[in-house]
T-cell receptor, first 113, second 113 residues
Framework: GENVEQHPSTLSVQEGDSAVIKCTYS??????FPWYKQELGKRPQLIID?????GEKKDQRIAVTLNKTAKHFSLHITETQPEDSAVYFC????????????FGPGTRLSVLP | EAGVTQFPSHSVIEKGQTVTLRCDPI?????LYWYRRVMGKEIKFLLH????????ESGMPNNRFLAERTGGTYSTLKVQPAELEDSGVYFC???????????FGDGTRLSIL
């Protein structure tokens, strides 16, 4: 089955700096990779996703890159703001009828003012 | 559009008792998923419904857990009898169909004493 690792487990950056979170997956059949942001006490929110037919996707300050050969994908947040502080989860799965995701263990990002 | 709603938000019960969690997916979403996050670890898949049918229940920990989705609308997850290790946050998510993102509810925080 799929196994997803995520690093680092915690990350602190100064406001305005960039943050990068990396995930690796094991199942080469996985073709859908979403990222969720969970603020304290709130629901996980989908912030960006990427499918295996593209190598990079960007949405304002957030970007995700995918390397299928190496089976890893990364979340990049530029110009970080205090409201970016949250736990970020990556996930991997198959984009078929179901999308049974396997989540990474999460990264706690703290943006220091 | 109303999001995924879960009830209750918190539940505290004693070991050996029974608890039933409820999830109302986004209207029109055929796919409904249950996940669990234990002690700040990763979000783990429990099971997946397509309408009223169980598509995948490979993540259910044991036969003390019973999920139903009669009529293909809301779903319930019953834990009977509850054990200490069942404590955690139980999330429900729904998606419209193949290739569509999963939207999470706020979760139910379950504490077993």
């Amino acid at each position: 089955g799929e196994n997803v690792e995520q690093h680092p487990s915690t990350l602190s950056v100064q406001e305005g700096d960039s943050a990068v979170i990396k995930c690796t997956y094991s199942d080469s059949a996985s073709n859908y990779f979403p990222w969720y942001k969970q603020e304290l006490g709130k629901r996980p929110q989908l912030i960006i996703d990427i499918r295996s037919n593209v190598g990079e996707k960007k949405d304002q300050r957030i970007a995700v890159t995918l390397n299928k050969t190496a089976k890893h994908f990364s979340l990049h947040i530029t110009e970080t703001q205090p409201e970016d502080s949250a736990v970020y989860f990556c996930a991997a799965g198959r984009d078929n009828y179901g999308q049974n995701f396997v989540f990474g263990p999460g990264t706690r990002l703290s943006v220091l003012p | 559009e109303a999001g995924v709603t879960q009830f209750p938000s918190h539940s505290v019960i004693e070991k050996g008792q029974t608890v039933t969690l409820r999830c109302d997916p986004i209207s029109g979403h055929d796919n409904l998923y249950w996940y669990r996050r234990v002690m700040g670890k990763e979000i783990k898949f429990l099971l997946h419904f397509v309408k009223e049918s169980k598509q995948d229940e490979s993540g259910m920990p044991n036969n003390r857990f019973l999920a139903e989705r009669t009529g293909g609308t809301y779903s319930t997850l019953k834990v009977q009898p509850a054990e200490l290790e069942d404590s955690g946050v139980y999330f429900c998510a729904s998606s419209q169909g193949p290739g569509q993102p999963q939207h999470f509810g706020d979760g139910t925080r379950l504490s077993i004493l």
